[in-house]
T-cell receptor, first 114, second 117 residues
Framework: NAGVTQTPKFQVLKTGQSMTLQCAQD?????MSWYRQDPGMGLRLIHYSVGAGITDQGEVPNGYNVSRSTTEDFPLRLLSAAPSQTSVYFC?????????????FGNGTRLTVT | AQTVTQSQPEMSVQEAETVTLSCTYD???????LFWYKQPPSRQMILVIR??????QNATENRFSVNFQKAAKSFSLKISDSQLGDAAMYFC??????????????FGEGTQLTVNP
């Protein structure tokens, strides 16, 4: 049982480049989300989805795009990378409709923008 | 907006002893859950324990227990019989509804726990 799989684990980009962080889950979770982790700030919600074809913004959505064409996949796109996007990114999923359903996290992607 | 505050950036404990990590939150909502997550150096986020706002009884998971004080908006984590493997960053988190059927997990800043042998 793979759970939540994120790729790549590490990535270095130059300012202005674009890339996609991949996230896939095999638990049939309706809810998927992306967080970024910065020192001293905990994790902050970027975008989330409650099902295929449905996405919405979180706390820090600027500079990021998402789509949800299948239940399993929820990629995060950086259109024009900026140094402020240097961070560790986590994808997380859970069942929808129950606040107590724990989030299952991927192992994170460390992104550095130079 | 909801906020979660962990006022102890770092804590240390001797192996086999007990340590308590503090967490306070601010909300006007009545329906929410509280969580503690552990992040070891591997970077993996691991659920430690969760508490429903409507339940007055404090949650317990083996050596981990919480002291949930709803009126004071306090949610501390007690680790008993600390082990070397407990060394990690601990995050307190608050989950509330967002939008039509989504939700948001709001995290505190984290507390780095060191366990001394």
């Amino acid at each position: 049982n793979a759970g939540v799989t994120q790729t790549p684990k590490f990535q270095v980009l130059k300012t202005g480049q674009s890339m996609t962080l991949q996230c896939a889950q095999d638990m049939n979770h309706e809810y998927m989300s992306w967080y970024r982790q910065d020192p001293g700030m905990g994790l902050r919600l970027i975008h989330y989805s409650v099902g295929a074809g449905i996405t919405d913004q979180g706390e820090v959505p600027n500079g990021y795009n998402v789509s949800r064409s299948t239940t399993e996949d929820f990629p995060l796109r950086l259109l024009s990378a900026a140094p402020s996007q240097t961070s560790v990114y986590f994808c997380a999923s859970s069942y929808v409709g129950f606040l107590g359903s724990p989030l299952h996290f991927g192992n994170g992607t460390r992104l550095t923008v130079t | 907006a909801q906020t979660v505050t962990q006022s102890q950036p770092e804590m240390s404990v001797q192996e086999a002893e007990t340590v308590t990590l503090s967490c306070t939150y601010d909300t006007s909502e009545s329906d929410y859950y509280l969580f503690w997550y552990k992040q070891p150096p591997s970077r993996q986020m691991i659920l430690v324990i969760r508490q429903e706002a409507y339940k007055q009884q404090n949650a317990t998971e083996n050596r981990f227990s919480v002291n949930f004080q709803k009126a004071a908006k306090s949610f501390s984590l007690k680790i008993s019989d600390s082990q070397l493997g407990d060394a990690a960053m601990y995050f307190c988190a608050y989950r509330s509804p967002l939008g039509t059927s989504g939700s948001r997990l709001t995290f505190g800043e984290g507390t780095q726990l060191t366990v001394n042998p």
